[in-house]
């Protein structure tokens, strides 16, 4: 008896599958996001919410000399919407069926890249999705370059589950050891800001202290326990998946934060391709 990976009718191998997943998700998101972005091209202007004129002014090398120069050119207008734009193309074209491996490549390591520019442009609002696309872009754009080397492949899907069950535990761990989200006051301290709360989500948890705490206490434990849909057993493990598509949900529902439903969601083909018991891998004998 040996380990063997079963492909699908398709042709698709296991880790092709998850890697196309990927692809379509992280895409979904980066559309969606570049696309409000052109529809609100005031933000971007010298006197708008996220002018340059005042964001260069965080280091003296993006405001000074040729470096500066070239940094002015892309971001300000119209080089952000230009930038902007093509990362809209980008992403349709990983999205689109057919687009050959080369171009998805070349897509996907220029999403990559741009990424960077842009949280290098303005870091306000800037958060973890913003962190979690350019890891998925950069390992998804790697994996192109391996066709023929399916073990490759895997280590990228490997990276992106790596870097997704890390990151809830990481952000559990934060909240667990903060008083503020044990006592519940962080729930109702976030409900009650103009920027992500919501009028009668933040009188809820205000009338209701026992809500907030008890909202604080599932938002960290569950983070922390994410890790387990690697190991355990498939209910728990899909269980897991499940709520963790549920609570981002609920915070583009509720705080605005649709980029992290996208983001996060586009690691989880990778988790369920190297969960234990989720996974498309099966016992073949030969």
């Keep these: 008896m040996t380990q063997a990976e079963v492909v699908p009718a398709g042709g698709m191998l296991g880790v092709d599958k998850a890697l196309r997943e990927t692809e379509l998700l992280i895409s979904a998101g980066i559309i969606l996001s570049s696309l409000e972005s052109l529809v609100r091209p005031q933000d971007v202007e010298d006197d708008g919410l996220i002018s340059w004129r005042i964001g260069r002014t965080r280091s003296k090398r993006m405001a000074r000399g040729k470096t500066g120069q070239v940094f002015d050119k892309i971001f300000t207008s119209p080089g952000i919407q230009v930038l902007t734009s093509l990362r809209l193309t980008a992403s349709t074209l990983v999205a689109l069926p057919g687009t050959n491996r080369q171009t998805k490549a070349a897509a996907m390591t220029f999403l990559a890249v741009s990424n960077v520019l842009m949280q290098l442009r303005s870091n306000y609002g800037a958060d973890g999705s913003d962190h979690v696309n350019l890891v998925v872009c950069a390992a998804v754009a790697a994996s192109k370059f391996f066709p023929d080397d399916e073990k490759a492949r895997k280590a990228c899907t490997a990276f992106i589950a790596g870097q997704s069950v890390v990151s809830y535990f990481a952000a559990g761990l934060a909240k667990a050891i903060s008083p503020y989200w044990r006592d519940g006051s962080a729930m109702q301290g976030i409900f009650r800001t103009k920027t992500y709360g919501q009028k009668h989500v933040g009188e809820l948890l205000k009338k209701y202290p026992w809500l907030a705490r008890l909202g604080g206490w599932g938002v960290w434990v569950g983070e922390m326990l994410f890790p387990l849909a690697l190991v355990a057993p498939k209910p ?51």
């Design 236 to 286: 728990i493990a899909a269980g897991l998946l499940g709520t963790g598509v549920s609570f981002h949900a609920g915070n583009a529902a509720f705080m605005g934060l649709n980029r992290f439903l996208w983001a996060f969601s586009a690691t989880y083909p990778s988790v369920v391709h190297h969960s234990k018991h989720l996974s498309q891998r099966v016992t073949a004998g030969q």
